[in-house]
């Protein structure tokens, strides 16, 4: 059995033999083609390591507490000026977004989907007709149970 990987045809060792032809697979190779997408001037710094979530973090913290610490320093010392709209950096942990300009949304109390219809009885949101059908049928207490765990407290007509 000829070992795997193929075989290495011997080259001539006489200057007569006619030069081995490439096979197929390095005919139709891109290996020595250019590629007009790298930089060719690109060199790989090596004093640069990836850092984990957890590292970043913890630096964040640490940086916006020394931050914090050069602040009440310079207050108790009296050289600090108070500057009107001065807003911290922003950080990982810091970042507060304002409320949201859209409606919010409502779910439906039985499946939690979407509920773009509320039963005027019960008060319960629901999804769609066959959900209705469901919440016709509750009893009283079984619907205020449904609006208790949306946190709304409302008299069940």
């Known amino acids: 059995m000829p070992p795997r990987g193929g075989f290495r045809r011997k080259a ?5 033999a ?7 697979g390095e005919q139709l190779s891109y290996l020595h083609n250019p ?6 001037n690109y ?6 390591r990836a850092k984990n979530v957890k590292n970043v973090l913890s630096q964040e913290r ?10 009440r320093q310079e207050k108790l010392d009296g050289d600090a000026m108070d500057v009107d709209g001065e807003e911290d950096m922003p950080s990982y ?12 949304k409502h779910y439906c109390d039985i499946t939690g989907l979407e509920a773009p219809y509320t039963d005027p ?22 619907a205020k149970e449904y609006l208790a765990t949306r946190g709304v407290s409302s008299i069940v007509k």
């Open 12 to 16: 001539a060792l006489d200057g007569d």
């Open 121 to 142: 009885a019960t008060g319960l949101r629901y999804h769609d007709k066959s959900v209705y059908d469901v919440i016709k049928n509750l009893s009283t207490s079984s």
């Open 93 to 104: 942990t810091s970042i507060e977004a304002p409320p949201s300009l859209l409606p919010h």
């Open 43 to 48: 060199t790989k710094n090596i004093n640069r």
């Open 62 to 71: 640490e940086r916006d507490r020394l931050e914090r610490e050069k602040r």
């Open 18 to 24: 006619t030069p081995l032809t490439p096979s197929l």
């Open 35 to 40: 590629r007009p997408f790298k930089n060719p």
